[in-house]
Structure formats: C-alpha cells, structure tokens
C-alpha cells in the first residue's frame, strides 16, 4: 500500500528538474557580485560618480523587487515555466544592452531592465521547486540546493568576473547571463513541468502600479538624504512612497483575489521568517557591496584577486544552506537561524575592526563567519514562507519569499552603501591635503574611486597623502556600516528566538 507521504515524494525527473532550476538561482548571485567588482572599472572608463555608481547597483534590486509580486501572481496565472522561460530571454537582451552602455545613464537604463526581467526568475524557481517537491523533508531539502547555487554564484561570480574584468572590458561581466540563459531555454521545456493556478483570478494591475510607486520614491528619497542631507524633494519623495504603499495594502485587503494573501502575515512564524530574510539579506548585500570597493581600492587588488579573497565568505552560506534542513529535523528551525544570526553578528564585529591598511585576514575571516551564520537563515525561513502556502498560491507565496531579500538587499546597498559615502564625505571635506589642486580635490571628495583616479595624475608628494586620508574615510564608514550590522542581526535573532513552541513546531515541520 502506498503511504500519502510516499506518493508525493518527488523522483528521479523531479531532482533533475532542480539542477535546472539552480541557473538562474547561480546567475542571480553571480550577476550581482560580478557588478560590484566592475564597479571600479565602470567608473574609470565611463567617468561615473558617486550617486550613478550606487544606482547602477541599486536601480536593478530596486525594480527587480518592485515587481517581483505581481510576476509571481502571473505565474500563478499563466504559467510559472512559462514565466521563467520568457524572463530569461528578456534578461539575456538586457544584459548585452548594460555590456555595451556608452555611458552611466545608459547603463542605469540597462540596468532597470535586466531588473525587470529578473523578477522573473527566483519567483518562478522557488514556486516551481514548492510545487515539484511536495513532501516538506524534501522541499526544504530542495529550496536548500536553490540557496547553496545561490552561494555558488557568490563564490564563482567573482573569479569567472575578476578574471574577465583582468583580460576584458566590463561589458564582458555582463555578458555571463548569456550562455546560462541559453542552457535554461534549451533544458527548461525538456525538464521542467509547467505548473499554473487552476482557478485563477485577475491579475491586480492596478496593484501592481501601486507597488512600483511605494518602492521607487522611497528608495530615492533615502538615498538622496544619506548622500545629500534633509531636503524637500527627497522628503516628498519619501512621503509618497508610504502613501503609496498604505494605497496598496488597504487595495489587498479589499480584494478577493490580491496580489499579496496580507492574512499570511497573520502568522508570526511566516511574518517573522520574512522579516529575517529582509533584514539578513539588507546587511549582506550591503557588507558585500563596501568589500568589494575596499579589496580594489583600499588594498589595492586587481579584480581577479579580489575575487580571489571574496570567495571563501561563499563557503559558508554553501555549508550552512545544505546542512541547516537536517539540522531542523532535530532542533527547531527557529532556534538553528537565531543562532546562526549570532554568529554572524560575531563576523560583523571582526569587521568593524578592520583598518585601513591591507587588513585582508582580518576582512576575510569576519566575512566568512557572517557568511557562516546567514547560511541557515536563508534556507530555512525561505522554506519557512514557500511552505505555508497551498499549492496554487506557491508563486506568491515564492514571491514574498523572493521580494523579502531583494527589497532588503536592495536597501541595503543603497542605506548602508550611502551611509559609507556620507561619512567619506563628511571626512574628506577637511581630509584633503591643502597642497591637492582644486580639481583634483573636488573629485576626491566625491567618492574613493574618483580619489584613486585622481591620485594618478598628481605626483607622488601629493597622491600618496590623498590615498591615505581617502582610504581612511571609507574605511571609517566602513566600520560604522558592520556595526549598524551587527546590532541588527543581535536584534533580529531574539525576535526569532522568542517565537512561541508552536511556531517552532510548525517551522521546523
């Protein structure tokens, strides 16, 4: 007699389909870190500044997580393979657009783009893995191979792109997406079953519009704060934004079929699993985004190099994501992220120890331990969301899951990222020797990779005295960055840990 449990473990067809589906989890991680070790060389050749070296990072998490929701509910609606296949063409086009940008506002155009069409591929990955892998042991099992790719991009991204960016131009970096989307495109209708809701509802375009007008203004009004200070534009930018965002989830609850199910927040464990994705995705992408600026151009490694260093922090999101499943089967998922939130709270505070030197031990090591401890949160709360939902609702429920790190990661970069220029600033505006001409100075005091630029053309009297007190700025908002971190990820962890037994019990299934 066949066991309900046994019927509805997934088989050979099934665990190969997951081998599919880990390239565009790989691709969305390696596409991100490849960036930001291109981010040097963008802003040499095309003259970039500050502000539009934070967009073309920003603006792609930004829209990506814009409209990951609404994609998630077309799905749901059409076809979640459907959805992946036609996505990763847009992306591939997209990419080679941004690879031949002439300059930074054509990139920042490319790069809204290739975020659009990314919001198609962890929705549809994580909904079409919820939805081949019923059995729970499995399923977490699954999304846990889906992060590991995650990290495996992480830690190949910088190697493949260090290596391209050493014989290449930066275009090149972009051009990865290509042969991983044309696998996808051949693999995909061959391995992977289409799965739709059966009685689905009508897409909430209106919604959808309002979700992209709550992200955008508050994004730029946030970033225009840190970088510029109080100011009415970005203040009215902000405050449209929320007004924004009450709209659309005032709109959710009235609907019968919304593009966000708002009673699933009702559930502390799903609420709180979110917010750990949130949060914990905010202050890795932001500590990933100032240590690939600082291995460049505050210790001075070409990009290959620096890839070289920022590759074994992957290790640890890659153990952690694989191990943490079989861990939950004995100790209550809750308590395996609280304490992995510790831990890297831990490697946050080794960070904030860095200087300006060539730290590099000392900045590897913390970002190994962080690493280490955000592993197990990124698989099980991600398992923790995806798992709540019935079936044919798993592409929204994989949108929340998907959109929680990405509008994280996506402020975290610009929060933390602006809070390192502000302080590089705010140092440089009495930092810069008296003896540096006026030009030089003024592109100094603007950004470090401006400053390294500039330092080239003075002599040595002069561009080693600029170095060092441009050097020490980042590095001082740097360190006040991994603190920040640090008390957020103490903060977060007794959220998670306080959660009541039967949450825990329910978490950990």
Request: aromatic share 6%; net charge neutral.
């Amino acid at each position: 007699m066949v066991t309900e449990t046994a019927a509805t473990r997934a088989g050979v067809r099934e665990w190969i389909g997951l081998a599919v589906l880990a390239l565009p989890a790989l691709l969305a991680s390696l596409e991100l870190t490849v960036t930001h070790l291109a981010l040097p060389a963008i802003a040499a050749d095309l003259a970039a500044s500050s502000t539009q070296l934070l967009w073309i990072v920003d603006v792609y998490a930004f829209l990506l997580a814009a409209v990951l929701i609404p994609v998630g509910a077309l799905g749901d609606r059409i076809g979640r393979r459907k959805v992946l296949l036609v996505g990763s063409v847009g992306y591939g086009l997209a990419s080679a657009f941004a690879a031949y940008a002439p300059n930074p506002e054509l990139l920042i155009v490319a790069r809204a783009l290739m975020g659009v069409a990314g919001a198609t591929l962890m929705p549809s990955t994580l909904s079409l893995t919820a939805a081949m892998f019923r059995d729970s042991h499995q399923r977490a099992v699954a999304i846990g191979v889906i992060i590991a790719s995650v990290s495996g991009g992480t830690a190949i991204g910088p190697l493949v792109g260090g290596w391209l960016l050493e014989h290449f131009w930066w275009g090149s970096a972009f051009l990865l997406a290509t042969p991983v989307m044309a696998v996808l495109l051949v693999a995909g209708p061959l391995l992977l079953p289409e799965h739709r809701d059966l009685r689905p509802g009508r897409l909430d375009l209106a919604g959808a519009a309002l979700a992209l007008l709550a992200v955008l203004p508050v994004v730029y009004g946030l970033k225009q704060i840190a970088a510029d200070g109080l100011s009415a534009v970005p203040v009215v930018a902000v405050a449209l934004g929320v007004a924004m965002g009450v709209l659309f989830v005032r709109r959710q609850r009235r609907l019968s079929d919304p593009l966000i199910d708002l009673r699933l927040f009702a559930d502390r464990a799903f609420s709180t699993a979110a917010a750990t994705l949130a949060f914990g995705i905010f202050v890795l992408w932001g500590s990933n985004y100032a240590i690939a600026q600082y291995l460049q151009l505050v210790a001075g490694l070409s990009p290959l190099t620096a890839g070289l260093w920022t590759a074994p922090s992957a290790a640890g999101v890659i153990a952690g994501s694989l191990l943490a499943p079989r861990i939950a089967r004995r100790v209550p998922a809750p308590v395996v992220i609280g304490v992995g939130l510790i831990v890297s709270a831990i490697g946050y505070v080794v960070l904030a120890t860095v200087g300006p030197a060539d730290d590099l031990v000392r900045l590897v090591l913390g970002a190994i331990v962080v690493s280490a401890g955000l592993g197990p949160m990124m698989a099980l709360a991600t398992d923790m969301v995806v798992g709540s939902a019935p079936v044919e609702r798993a592409g929204a429920a994989a949108s929340i899951s998907a959109t929680a790190p990405q509008i994280g990661g996506a402020f975290g970069v610009a929060v933390l990222g602006s809070v390192v220029t502000a302080v590089y600033r705010n140092a440089m505006a009495t930092g810069v020797p008296a003896d540096v001409p006026h030009g030089a100075a003024d592109a100094a005091r603007d950004n470090l990779g401006t400053a390294a630029a500039a330092a080239q053309a003075l002599p040595e009297s002069l561009a080693g005295p600029l170095l060092e007190a441009a050097r020490a700025a980042f590095t001082s908002g740097f360190r006040l960055t991994a603190i920040v971190s640090a008390v957020l990820m103490v903060l977060i962890s007794v959220l998670v840990l306080r959660l009541r037994p039967a949450d825990r019990s329910s978490a950990g299934a």
